[in-house]
């Protein structure tokens, strides 16, 4: 998903009174929603859903901060609606104005058409309108509506395989950010079952997000399925991370020690 900036300075295509009375209802729902007593927002929105959806299908090309996704191909969200949210635009607008690009994308842009459909598009609107360019994190459900990134069990090698999935939810990064194995020959395993292509690929050293040492090999790029690559290593450090553009410094790397 790729928005353009331009379009969030568009007039507001929806007014009238029974855009009043649907507004009313929705800063109640969104009083709610911040009790965390409910994941529903305007029209019946599901902010749960939504937020679900952004993650898996427009995360990886999205910085939106609530969400914790930190795509770098696309507009940051909160950065292009911040302008035109400090010179009075109101949320419901925002969410016309996302609602309309991912309807009608812009066909020079990166962003598919029908990335999302039916009522995944109103959840999808929704929730950027409910969050973009707030602080915090998000109340409630909400909070725990995706895991966290990187926040599995460290992964362990076993008689000669290690197993490093991506996550399953579509964001940048790994189910586990830290890893160990035995020094010796390695296949290492990349399940990856999110519809973002991944690939998984094994450096020297400890280097985070900025790449630094000498690259022992990589698997192919999937989505759907596994990858693998088979290395040899040394006692010491490495680091394990994704070669796809913008996915790296988005934050999909982690530390494999070998013993």
């Known amino acids: 998903m790729s928005f353009s900036v331009a379009d969030t300075a568009t007039p507001p ?3 009238g009174g029974p855009l009043r009375a649907a507004i009313a209802v929705a800063l109640v729902a969104c009083a709610l929603i911040a009790a965390g007593c409910s994941v529903k927002g305007a029209d019946n929105s599901n902010l749960i859903a939504g937020k679900k959806a952004f993650v898996a299908k427009c995360g990886s090309c999205h910085t939106l901060a609530r969400a914790n996704t930190k795509g770098l191909v696309g507009p940051n969200l909160d950065e292009a609606f911040r302008a ?3 010179e009075g635009l109101e949320r419901d607008s925002v969410r016309g104005v996302v609602e309309g690009q991912i309807r009608l994308p812009n066909p020079e842009g990166a962003m598919p ?3 999302v459909s039916g009522s995944t598009v109103q959840d999808v609107s929704a929730y950027i309108a409910k969050v973009v360019d707030r602080t915090g994190k998000d ?4 909070a725990t509506a995706v895991e966290a990134p990187g926040a599995g069990k460290p992964a362990v090698e076993k008689s000669g395989k290690l197993s490093i999935a991506a996550s399953p939810s579509g964001q940048l990064a790994y189910v586990s950010s830290k890893a160990t194995a035995s020094a010796g020959s390695v296949i290492v395993e990349m399940p990856n079952t999110s519809g973002v292509s991944h690939n998984i690929a094994i450096e ?3 280097h985070g997000a900025t790449p630094g040492g000498a690259k022992l090999g990589a698997s192919t790029f999937t989505t759907k399925t596994t990858a693998s690559v088979s290395v040899k290593l040394t006692p010491g450090k490495y680091t394990f991370f994704c070669e796809a553009p913008g996915h790296r410094p988005a934050g999909m790397y982690g ?5």
């Open 13 to 15: 295509r929806l007014r």
């Open 113 to 115: 058409k029908d990335l």
């Open 255 to 259: 530390v494999l020690t070998v013993k």
């Open 204 to 206: 020297s050293g400890e």
């Open 139 to 142: 109340p409630g459900l909400l």
């Open 84 to 86: 035109s949210l400090a």
